[in-house]
């Protein structure tokens, strides 16, 4: 046996070595994950104001053995891609139920606790519709960029599907991942008519999700009726 858990008999510790492998790290590794988790929800549950720092530093920490999330900035801050967003006028807008409308139906096709309509700008994502999050004044409907999911699918110009982003490779790095905001996330690009990608309808989940065809196709069409919404008074060049 190459690991152990004081407390665990040998089967236990055959499993844990087994779940470690499956996850694709050691078991120090696996458990100082598992062990950061705890402490995030925790500290999440208690309301503790301590809450910012302990992420602060796990994410220091994760970052110290892991590789870092790439950089969607160049694809972000495309001068033609912002003039598309800007366009819409959308940007720092009130809620509007079109929008709602699009996203509880999204959250309802895949059984989804949360779902977004978002606008990626240079710098912050913003919601222009938001089910399922608390949003209590205008500070909650946008975040910066660094936390932002959202802007990946925007950069690639195609649906981001993760299942289970603790997992993945890349995402499991993502602030929003450590700090338990999501495990799962189905994201389709916003397109306007000149081929930019202005933002995401998405849904999320704070468990992992089997995201089949039949979910991107219905997220996908619900998608395009958002983009012709957003698109559709804004004067073509």
Same mark, same amino acid.
């Given at each position: 046996m190459t690991?152990s858990?004081?407390g665990?008999?040998?089967?236990l510790?055959?499993? !844990? ?9 050691d ?19 208690t ?10 530093r796990?994410?220091? !920490? ?6 870092p999330? $790439?950089s969607a ?5 495309? $001068?033609q891609? !912002? ?11 009130? $809620?509007?139920?079109?929008y ?10 895949l059984?989804?606790?949360?779902a ?16 399922g ?7 909650d ?13 925007v950069?690639?110009g195609?649906?981001?599907v ?6 993945d ?8 991942? !450590? ?10 690009p ?9 933002g ?9 999700r089997?995201w ?5 196709q219905?997220?996908t069409d619900?998608?395009?009726?958002a983009?012709?919404?957003?698109f559709e008074?804004?004067?073509r $060049?």
């Amino acid at each position: 046996m190459t690991a152990s858990l004081s407390g665990f008999d040998d089967w236990l510790n055959r499993a !844990l070595e087994q779940c470690a492998l499956d996850s694709g790290e050691d078991v120090r590794s696996y458990v100082t994950r598992a062990v950061a988790a705890q402490m995030v929800a925790d500290h999440r549950a208690t309301g503790s104001s301590q809450l910012d720092e302990l992420v602060s530093r796990l994410a220091a !920490l994760e970052q110290l053995s892991k590789p870092p999330m $790439p950089s969607a900035r160049a694809a972000v801050t495309d $001068p033609q891609r !912002l003039a598309a967003l800007h366009a819409t006028g959308l940007l720092d807008s009130p $809620p509007e139920e079109v929008y709602d409308r699009i996203s509880r139906a999204a959250a309802a096709a895949l059984d989804a606790p949360f779902a977004l309509v978002s606008l990626v700008d240079a710098n912050r994502q913003f919601f222009k519709s938001a089910i399922g999050l608390q949003i209590e004044s205008e500070a909650d409907r946008e975040t910066p960029l660094e936390r932002s999911v959202c802007q990946y699918a925007v950069a690639t110009g195609a649906p981001l599907v993760l299942e289970d982003a603790r997992t993945d490779p890349v995402f499991k790095n993502h602030p929003a991942v !450590l700090d338990g905001t999501f495990v799962s996330y189905l994201g389709i690009p916003l397109i306007s008519p000149d081929g930019n990608a202005v933002g995401t309808l998405c849904v999320f989940d704070q468990k992992p999700r089997l995201w089949g065809t039949g979910h991107i196709q219905v997220i996908t069409d619900l998608a395009n009726l958002a983009a012709q919404r957003m698109f559709e008074s804004v004067p073509r $060049p």
